[in-house]
């Protein structure tokens, strides 16, 4: 039973995509944020208060990337945080189980600056878990008829270093007592993509990862614990 | 420019597709193919006249899939037979170059026979090229943003044995007098197949296999060779 | 039980490799066979005499390869040919089953060559069957714990281009009187070409090629027909 | 220019491998690290003393692991310790990056137990690095012409069970005081392995596995800090 209460204040959910990079012209992240923007959840009773999606585009950019994210977290004052990136060759819809404290660019980023083993944030841990409901939302999205599958790197490019950045935020005292959650999922190629690559990789229609993330963001705002479901890996 | 003429005569485009098999609950040829019953394709001044799509379902059973093939072309007459099948695994829509005359069955057919190492036809040729324009239905489908990609084996399952059975059919002088065209495409699972599967393997959404299939029929309608474009595989 | 007659005539095995293409330093095939030159075989009573291979290397060149397999054929007049060429990408040994009659290159050969989508051999069949036995090999080389698997397509390449002229000669009447059998026979890289290559692919040690081929010439000279076992592909 | 000088204490490496487990005969990881028992390193001027190597088996269990390691660590009062473990699919030697603290089981373990979403060392940190320096043992197989490559992750089962475990214990005090350094090397499957497998998948003879070894242990006795080289992955 679902209704919005008179003046119940709305919960922001900042969804993240990133501008394209590795020679592509266009990220699916962004394409697929993007057309969420402005996307208002009702209130869900006694789970949730209302909630509306804000869409905001990341520069494909060491350093820049956090402080687009910053500007984005000032602003907002979201309750929930989805950062999305594209993850060219993956077949599935996979949510990020742990940031790790390393930049190492395989590649340039877009503004041409490749750290090698430098940490996202000097002193910080070495690691931070995702504090969304990476089951749940593994669950829901493979009952919806998508594939979907809990991943346990996000590399060590500038999707790992948002992710981190984003997690280190949300680990400060302030966002703590709030109650803010976030993390990172990773998506395939978009058809069109793929339709111009070797291969080609495995690819997600843009209808269905944006279902997927919808999905994600629903089971991202009710409360509680996460699903004691197996998603492990055996390496 | 498109214009029916009074009075023209009617083209019929038959596609099969197969029924579910490997314990799969759907096939994806078949939901796509049926999904085109009825498709009515205007006349292409100057190229060809209207034609209209006829979908059959065809069994997973070696032998059984001819008799079926055999029904509908003897009902249809059709000019232009695209058959579909399920490529569990592959990433792209795959027009299929050749068929070869062998049937060797990795799994049982739904009738639970698998035969090993026996002709499709029995004294007739080693193999048969598709008459249909694969190049052209790869280069139409990647334009319009899906992948595509020409594959050199059908496998030697049901889905070779009606692609052989077909072309057999279509080498026959009555058909060749007649300037049938004909040919097998493979096609990715669905999501929702996907979904249940460990990896899980690449997907193509059905709304996009529809499009490349529609693609592919007005690219088999137009008269003429086949582009002259690289296709080929290494190994 | 072994042994050599006096005076039995030794029947030459003749193993073909290929020169390194598409960018490589060697070419795992032509490493594998010249290491397997003079390699003599004692007779196995009751089975076949003794017998000798003969190494020799192809250039990757579309219509070359053929004339220097023309000049073997002439020279040692083999009662077995075995071709072999290098898949990058493969993770098995890999014996074909059957030859194609199209040469279309999606890369150059190595005399600047891109023929698209022309026959071998003009006039002749659309493809033919290897006469190896080559479920009989599959089984002996994963017997040796070695992966092994049966291909259906050997491309549309120089590889595919060298395997059906060699069948096409194979079929005429001289080399049927004469009971010559042959085929092609594609493997992994080798470790050190796999070491300097993204993902990377998969590989196999030389030493292992060597025994594998080795196997599928003592399989080969056998007489009798090939096992009865399930080998095929679903596509 | 290498010599031992005349009671020079002999340093310990220890080399453990696992049990088999997933329903396979054998484990590579062990069949290396055995047969590598009791090989001695020359001291390297300059560089380091002479070294012996140690290997020793561990159960593919939760938490036995762990005694296994603790017992073997008591018992040698190692200065290296490299932990192996089998990843099948893999088709390279892959040192890795980082261990999480969770164990979250795909599968049971040999025991029969299959933890979900419980950390190695509950109150312990989220991650650790690996102390081996990973881009020189990268490097190093990499110019022995192996195919190798950094890991960013050793998954959620044993395997990266007993390498937190191991980063843990080297995490404390006395074990910083003696500098001990240690981590974690994934392995693909044996060709035996691959050869029973469907696919097959990518194998690694075990002479190469071995060489490989050794230059992961010669490049972890080296003093000084990991190379500067991009090793990075995008996702």
Redesign the interface.
Known sequence: MSEAVEGEPVMRVLLTGFEPF?GEAVNPSWEAVRALQGWQLPALAGQHGPAQVHARRMPCVFGAALQALDAALAELQPSLVIAV????????FTPE??A?N??????CDNAGC?P??VPVVAGA?????SSLPV?RIVQA??A??????LS??????V??HLFYGLMHRLAQPEAQRRGMRGGFI?IPY???Q???LP???????L??VMAALRLAVQASLLPGA?L????????
Not at 85 to 92: E, P, V
Not at 102 to 107: C, K, L, P, Q, V
Not at 125 to 129: G, I, S, W
Not at 152 to 157: D, E, L, S, V, Y
């Open positions: 590795d990136g594209q993850a060219g060759g993956r077949s599935a189980r742990v790790i390393i930049d190492d660019g395989r590649i490749q090698i083993d841990p070495a690691a931070y878990f089951k999205v493979r919806a008829g998508l594939p979907a599958e346990n790197t996000a590399g060590t490019f999707c790992n990773h978009l058809p069109e793929a339709a111009r291969g080609p990789p495995p690819a997600m229609a209808a269905d996460d004691q479901a197996s998603g492990g890996a055996l390496h």
